[in-house]
């Protein structure tokens, strides 16, 4: 099997980051029937540690060799 630079990465990581989606889109209460979990804490002990906050790139900016410049007129 092929070695990529990600040493640390295993099957909970991806399954935490499928339940962190989940909740995000559908509640706590769906994710928490997606992983088949008993009970909710159990569910947020996957999410909690990976639960960001997603950010959306300013509209019209973008940075050429460090510079910033707007690419919309105004």
Do not use: W
């Amino acid at each position: 099997m092929a070695r990529t630079a990600l040493e640390d990465l295993h099957f909970h990581d991806i399954r935490a980051k499928a339940l962190t989606d989940a909740k995000r889109e559908a509640g706590r209460d769906y994710a928490q029937a997606l992983a088949g979990h008993a009970s909710g804490e159990m569910t947020e002990a996957y999410v909690r540690a990976r639960d960001t906050q997603i950010v959306r790139p300013l509209g019209g900016i973008v940075e050429i060799a460090g510079n910033c410049r707007k690419t919309d007129p105004e």
